[in-house]
Nanobody, 119 residues
Framework: QVQLVESGGGLVQPGGSLRLSCAASGGIFELYDMAWYRQAPGKQRELVASMPRFGPTTYVDSVKGRFAISRDNAKTTVYLQMASLKPEDTAVYYC?????????????WGQGTQVTVSS
């Protein structure tokens, strides 16, 4: 079972940048599809970016061209580089690891890191 720890959140002004990190341990990192989700107050959690083992990287429309997901298998870490941040990007950001060994799907979550975009 993998454990996930996010870091890198904070307060940033509109137009600024942040890089979130998610360090994984306790599993075989290469076997997991990785993703970032976010949840703003009063809203449902939404998928922001995903980087599956196989297949294309995807982004929610609202962050395309501004955010970039990447992974370093050697460091067992996934990143979310965020640029041109907007107040509507304010949310708790969660790292997700998904393992699909067969017909079942196993999802693992980090504790979340707060991102606040405000002047």
């Amino acid at each position: 079972q993998v454990q996930l720890v996010e870091s890198g959140g904070g307060l940033v002004q509109p137009g600024g940048s942040l890089r979130l990190s998610c360090a994984a341990s306790g599993g075989i990192f290469e076997l997991y599809d990785m993703a970032w989700y976010r949840q703003a107050p009063g809203k449902q959690r939404e998928l922001v970016a995903s980087m599956p083992r196989f297949g294309p990287t995807t982004y929610v429309d609202s962050v395309k061209g501004r955010f970039a997901i990447s992974r370093d298998n050697a460091k067992t870490t996934v990143y979310l580089q965020m640029a041109s941040l907007k107040p509507e990007d304010t949310a708790v950001y969660y790292c997700n690891a998904r393992w699909v060994p067969g017909p079942d799907t196993y999802d693992y979550w980090g504790q979340g890191t707060q991102v606040t975009v405000s002047s």
